[in-house]
C-alpha cells in the first residue's frame, strides 16, 4: 500500500507536469554502453540509501544489430557481443525509484560508474557494481497451458493455442455490477490480401491460416521474452516468413514484426497488402483521440458522425500514438513504429457498427473495430515495425495528448564511468 509521503509525492509531481517517476523505464545507447563486454550476471544495480547501495529490480534485453530483440533461436540475429556478455546494443529495464539521491564520496572500489536518469531536480543516480545482483522472481507471464498472457494487471486468453487468435481480455479492477470481470474484447483480425497472377484475383488470409511456432520464451523478473515464427504459403510457394518478438511487461506489451516478401514472389502475387484491427467487446461510450487527427475525438456509440468519418482512411505519420479509454477504470495507448527506409505509409481503420460482420467474429458487431492498413507492401525489402500497447487505470483520460507525451518519451539518461 502507498504510503501517505509517496502519494503527496507523485500528486505533487503531477500538478508541477514532471514525468512520472514510479516506473519501469527502458534505458538503451550510450547511456549503457559503458558495460559493454561485462557479464550482466556480476553486474548488480543499485540507489545509496541509509548509508548503502541497495539493488534495484532490473533486466538486460538483449538486441541484435538489426534492431530486432535477439534470440538464440533466431538464426538471422548478430550481437556484438557474445550472448553472455553486454552488448552496447542491448536496452535494460529498470524499475525507477521516486528519487535517488548521489552517494557521498569517496566512491567504494566496487562502483562501476554511475548511471543518472532524469535532469535537474528530477534525477535520479544509479550505480552500477561489480557484484552478483540478488536473485529475483520471474513470473512466467507467457502460459502455455491453457495459451494466455497474466500478468497482476490484465490478461489475454489464446484460442485454439495460437497466438494469433485472441480470446478473452480481462484488465484488473475493471468489472461488471455483479463484480465479476468485464471482458474488453471480441477479437484480433489480421488480413495477409494479394493477387494471385493477376490483381483482380485476390486471395486473403486470416487469423485462421496463420499458425504460428513459439520458438523460444525467456523469462525475467520485469518482463518476458518471447520469439515466434510464422510460415506463410501461397500456391505452393513459401512466400513469407514473419518473424515476431513480444515483450510482455506487467502494463505493456511490444510485438516487433520483421518480414521481407521475397523477389520471386512477385512471379505469383499481385499488390500485396496487410490490415490489422482490433475489435472491442460493446466498449459503448469508450473515447478515442490521436495524434495525427488533432482536435478530432471519435466516440463509441454505434454509428460514424461526420468527425469520426473525417479521421477514417487518414494516413499514419511515423510519429504517432493512439489513445482508447472506456472512461471506466481502462486505458490504451498505443503506438506504431515503422523503421527508417519504409516508405509504404498506413491509413487508419476505424468501424463503429454493431450489425457490420467481419470475420473472426466471437460477438455481433464492430464495437468498435480499430486499426492499420498496408495497400501495398514491396518485394524484396524487409518491413520492419513495432507495435507498442501500454495499459493504465484511465490516466489518459483528462488530457490524452499529455500523458501520451509523458508515456512516451524516452528517459534522458547519462553514463559517468568511475
Request: no cysteine; charged share 25%.
Amino acid at each position: 500500500m502507498l504510503t501517505l509521503l509517496r502519494i503527496f509525492t507523485l500528486l505533487t509531481l503531477a500538478l508541477l507536469g514532471a514525468p512520472a517517476t514510479a516506473a519501469i523505464v527502458e534505458l538503451q545507447g550510450p547511456a549503457i554502453a559503458g558495460l559493454a563486454g561485462r557479464d550482466p550476471a556480476t553486474v548488480d544495480l543499485a540507489v545509496y540509501r541509509d548509508g548503502d547501495f541497495v539493488s534495484l529490480p532490473h533486466q538486460w534485453l538483449p538486441w541484435s544489430q538489426g534492431r530486432a530483440p535477439w534470440f538464440e533461436e533466431d538464426g538471422d540475429a548478430e550481437r556484438s557481443q557474445p550472448a553472455d556478455r553486454i552488448a552496447a546494443e542491448d536496452h535494460l529495464l529498470v524499475d525507477l525509484p521516486d528519487t535517488a539521491r548521489a552517494a557521498p564520496a569517496p566512491l567504494p572500489e566496487e562502483v562501476l560508474g554511475v548511471l543518472t536518469v532524469g535532469t535537474g531536480e528530477h534525477a535520479r543516480s544509479l550505480y552500477a557494481l561489480a557484484r552478483r545482483p540478488p536473485a529475483r522472481h520471474a513470473p512466467e507471464r507467457l502460459r502455455r497451458e491453457p495459451l494466455a498472457l497474466r500478468t497482476p494487471a490484465f490478461q489475454l486468453a489464446f484460442e485454439d493455442d495460437n497466438l494469433f487468435r485472441w480470446g478473452d481480455f480481462f484488465y484488473a479492477g475493471r468489472t461488471g455490477p455483479d463484480g465479476q470481470p468485464l471482458n474488453l474484447l471480441d477479437s484480433l483480425k489480421l488480413r495477409l490480401s494479394a493477387g494471385v497472377f493477376s490483381a483482380g484475383a485476390r486471395l486473403t488470409l486470416t487469423n485462421e491460416n496463420l499458425d504460428p511456432e513459439i520458438r523460444q520464451v525467456v523469462d525475467g523478473p520485469l518482463a518476458t521474452r518471447a520469439y515466434v515464427t510464422t510460415r506463410v504459403r501461397v500456391a505452393g510457394l513459401p512466400v513469407l516468413k514473419l518473424h515476431n518478438y513480444f515483450l510482455v511487461r506487467d502494463r505493456a506489451v511490444a510485438v516487433h514484426s520483421r518480414l521481407t516478401l521475397p523477389g520471386f514472389a512477385a512471379t505469383v502475387l499481385r499488390e500485396p497488402g496487410a490490415r490489422a484491427t482490433v475489435d472491442g467487446n460493446n466498449l459503448t461510450g469508450a473515447r478515442l483521440r490521436t495524434s495525427w487527427t488533432g482536435d478530432r475525438e471519435a466516440r463509441v456509440d454505434g454509428r460514424l458522425d461526420d468527425t469520426e468519418q473525417a479521421m477514417v482512411d487518414t494516413p499514419v505519420p511515423t510519429d504517432n500514438w493512439l489513445w482508447f479509454g472506456t472512461g471506466d477504470g481502462f486505458d490504451l495507448l498505443a503506438r506504431l513504429y515503422f523503421a527508417e527506409g519504409f516508405d509504404t505509409g498506413a491509413r487508419f481503420i476505424y468501424q463503429d457498427d454493431p450489425s457490420l460482420d467481419d470475420e473472426p467474429e466471437r460477438f455481433p458487431g464492430q464495437r468498435p473495430n480499430v486499426g492499420f492498413a498496408l495497400d501495398r507492401i514491396p518485394f524484396g525489402q524487409e518491413f520492419y515495425f513495432v507495435a507498442e500497447l501500454y495499459f493504465s487505470d484511465g490516466d489518459g483520460a483528462a488530457d490524452p495528448a499529455a500523458y501520451a507525451a509523458r508515456r512516451l518519451a524516452r528517459p534522458a539518461a547519462h553514463w559517468q564511468p568511475r
